[in-house]
């Protein structure tokens, strides 16, 4: 009726104007209506009438279970069965869920992909814990368990792209990659069938930290070239000096806890003042001219608990330096203050910790 009078109301205001809908568009409409009412609740009643076992995550946890299952009860779909009808295939997927669960929540497992440069698109993610391998998509969420027998994980690509997440607001390079990214692509391989589980792009800085996660080896493959970036080269070089400093040595029993920057490594490094000493060795001339540059930024007494690891005073560094505009030839010869009391300090202030006459790497 609402139609019929909207309908004649517009043919009379304006008669050259056909009516705005027809038999077909109303019935068009409620067919559309009540499919989609339809096919919800026959989604629901196919997922398992809110148990979701026919999810395509649950089926992908039911195969990890099958797969976990001595070979003379996963070859038989019969057993498999009965022991479903029995609830302890419920049981096993409550705690599989429940391992995946507690695995996830801690901090050190390996994350990539949250819609940036390192996804195809908004809202991919992957995940490594100590025993799982986590993949999402729009519509897919997959689960691989690690394996140390019959997997391996191959760089099959690598390219550079723009990084516009590492430019300032004046548009200079900041950051590790200085405004470039390599980004790698990473597949997941069974080695008995040679089927690819899954594949995922990252950049390749995040592969040293994907490798210290994996239980199976990770391998270039053939023709592929990794450059390292400017912040890896500047850690090593930094690393070169640092190993030419004076270590410190601590007491016997000296507990050393995590780096406070990734909190993986464990600290091996402090801050004890050597440089002056370097300065007032070299010619007079020499030191005179140090002096008047480095007068504002003059390296200080640090008394900070040892808080960090070499990489991460590395990184941090190359980070201030970048921060300050330098040219990355003058880095290894700059000054930063410490991340926790803000004294200044240069590379050669920076000594490797010694307990008990090894020294921590």
């Known amino acids: 009726m609402f139609m019929q009078f909207l309908s004649k109301n517009v043919a009379v205001s304006a008669p050259n104007i056909s009516f705005p809908f027809t038999i077909w568009d109303v019935i068009l409409w409620i067919g559309i209506g009540g499919l989609s009412i339809i096919g919800s609740h026959t989604y629901l009643?196919?997922?398992?009438?809110?148990?979701?076992?026919?999810?395509?995550?649950?089926?992908?946890?039911?195969?990890?279970?099958?797969?976990?299952?001595?070979?003379?009860?996963?070859?038989?779909?019969?057993?498999?069965?009965?022991?479903?009808?029995?609830?302890?295939?419920?049981?096993?997927?409550?705690?599989?869920?429940?391992?995946?669960?507690?695995?996830?929540?801690?901090?050190?497992?390996?994350?990539a992909g949250q819609g940036s440069l390192s996804t195809n698109w908004s809202g991919r993610r992957f995940v490594i814990t100590d025993s799982w391998i986590l993949t999402s998509r729009f519509t897919e969420f997959k689960i691989v368990?690690?394996?140390?027998?019959?997997?391996?994980?191959?760089?099959?690509?690598?390219?550079?792209?723009?990084?516009?997440?590492?430019?300032?607001?004046?548009?200079?390079?900041?950051?590790?990659?200085?405004?470039?990214?390599?980004?790698?692509?990473?597949?997941?391989?069974?080695?008995?069938?040679?089927?690819?589980?899954?594949?995922?792009?990252?950049?390749?800085?995040?592969?040293?930290?994907?490798?210290?996660?994996?239980?199976?080896?990770?391998?270039?493959?053939?023709g592929v070239q990794l450059e390292p970036t400017i912040i890896q080269r500047f850690i090593?070089?930094?690393?070169?000096?640092?190993?030419?400093?004076?270590?410190v040595n601590l007491p016997s029993g000296y507990e050393l806890g995590q780096c406070i920057g990734c909190m993986v490594q464990q600290v091996n490094v402090t801050l004890n003042r050597q440089c002056e000493s370097s300065l007032t060795s070299s010619s007079s001339s020499l030191a005179n001219n140090s002096n008047q540059s480095l007068n504002n930024n003059q390296c200080g007494i640090c008394y900070c608990r040892p808080l960090w690891c070499l990489e991460c005073l590395a990184r941090w560094f190359a980070s201030r330096q970048s921060n300050m505009h330098r040219p990355t030839t003058q880095w290894l010869s700059g000054r930063v203050p410490c991340p926790t009391c803000r004294t200044y300090f240069c590379a050669r202030d920076v000594s490797r910790l010694i307990i008990s006459h090894q020294q921590l790497d």
Not at 69 to 83: G, K, N
Request: proline letters at 4%; glycine letters at 6%.
């Open 145 to 222: 368990k690690q394996s140390s027998e019959n997997m391996l994980a191959v760089v099959v690509s690598a390219f550079s792209v723009l990084d516009p997440s590492s430019l300032t607001q004046d548009g200079q390079p900041d950051g590790e990659s200085l405004g470039v990214q390599t980004i790698v692509t990473v597949r997941f391989i069974r080695t008995d069938t040679g089927v690819c589980l899954l594949s995922f792009g990252f950049p390749a800085s995040n592969l040293d930290e994907l490798r210290s996660k994996l239980r199976f080896p990770l391998i270039q493959a053939q």
């Open 45 to 111: 009643v196919w997922y398992g009438s809110g148990t979701w076992y026919g999810h395509p995550t649950i089926l992908s946890l039911k195969q990890t279970i099958m797969e976990s299952l001595p070979d003379s009860q996963s070859s038989s779909s019969t057993t498999a069965s009965s022991s479903l009808s029995n609830g302890a295939f419920g049981v096993a997927l409550k705690a599989l869920i429940s391992s995946i669960n507690s695995e996830y929540q801690r901090s050190d497992k390996f994350v």
């Open 236 to 247: 090593e070089a930094f690393a070169q000096v640092v190993d030419e400093n004076q270590p």
